[in-house]
């Protein structure tokens, strides 16, 4: 924040999403290394440390499959969010997947951005008609953010 005078004025963030194939290879690296954050394994459905060569398989199949994307989002050129996504033809929608990178960023609201730029990617520059995502019922941030959304 800094203050206009009197006021107090929020300073604008710049965001942007960047695809994997415009990623460069320690960002690539970085996104197994958040992933394996326990305050993050513990809201995913597979709870397993990824390990390096796990996580390369993953990244290719994601570059060979014309159906899935990958996104890293940022504020001022801050990583703050890793965004997957499948579209599934034979239903006719895309499934999301998603989550923060640091713990401190879930107090500051940084997942209604998540939902927001999701949705603003997947119908407005991808196209897409309909999507599905699942939450375990343990992640009750997650929860609630999706269900405000």
């Not at 005078?5 to 970085?30: C, S, V």
């Not at 960023?105 to 998540?114: D, E, L, S």
Request: glycine share 4%; net charge negative; charged share 30%.
């Amino acid at each position: 924040m800094r203050s206009n005078g009197n006021r107090t004025a929020m300073e604008k963030k710049i965001f942007k999403a960047i695809e994997l194939n415009y990623l460069d290879d320690n960002t690539i690296m970085n996104i197994r290394n958040w992933r394996n954050q326990e305050f993050i394994r513990k809201q995913m459905f597979t709870q397993n440390i990824i390990q390096e060569e796990e996580h390369l398989r993953w990244i290719d199949s994601i570059r060979k499959d014309e159906n899935r994307h990958l996104f890293v989002f940022y504020l001022d050129d801050e990583p703050f969010a890793v965004v997957q996504s499948k579209y599934y033809p034979e239903y006719e929608y895309v499934e999301l997947g998603d989550y923060l990178i640091s713990e401190e960023y879930q107090v500051m609201g940084y997942g209604t951005f998540i939902r927001y730029f999701c949705v603003e990617i997947m119908y407005n520059v991808l196209n897409y008609k309909k999507i599905h995502g699942e939450i375990l019922d343990i992640n009750k941030k997650n929860l609630r953010t999706a269900q405000r959304i």
